[in-house]
């Protein structure tokens, strides 16, 4: 798998680009490397994690950004500052999250503390942006939620939304930050519309073989 650290802006790939990387910041939490961010072993993380970039439709074709790469090169130069402010956002919710999950939640009262019951799975680089920096989402595993996870999407080291494992992924929570949710819902519109019409095209086009019962 490739390295993450290496990516160049404009590199054309298909949806996603996949890679690793090592930040040590996560080293000591629980490894997550498994199936819908599962426990892969009984050891703790040595801070490897699996990396997703977004491809971006530039002119037809998907590719990377000078964004993204600017974001993946914040987020290795801060990590531990990146990881703390997740890390405190989530410990913010706890009360919350204890009204819905109760006993399940683990005593909690410092950061520290989420080392033996999460890890951190996943990472998204989003081909949404600001300020010349993309969204980063965060998809942890842990002891709490084994099904949905725990996920935080980023921008830079300011958290944008915390929820289940999908935050880490969803477009729209990004869009509504950078006041683009007009503009994308349009577009989203305009591709689902020119998609229907491809598929009434090809519905409303007689098979061949009809041709041959016409009586």
Known sequence: MNNI?????NIIIGDNYEGELILSS???FQSRQGIYATKDSKEVSNGLVKIFVEGKEVDYVKVTTVEQVNGVKYLVDNSDDVRDALLTGLLNELP???NIYEDLIPEITKIE???NCIGLANIHIKSSDKDNFAYIGFELG?????EHGVG????????VAIGQADTAFDDWVTFSDNGTTELETLK???ANSKLQTERQAIENKKAWWKFWNKY
Request: aromatic share 14%.
């Open 96 to 98: 919350e999250l204890k």
């Open 5 to 9: 650290i290496d990516i160049k802006p």
């Open 26 to 28: 996560w080293a000591g």
């Open 113 to 115: 503390d989420f080392r």
């Open 152 to 159: 935080v999407m980023m921008h830079k080291n300011r958290i």
């Open 188 to 190: 989203w519109e305009e």
């Open 142 to 146: 842990c002891d709490w939620d084994e």
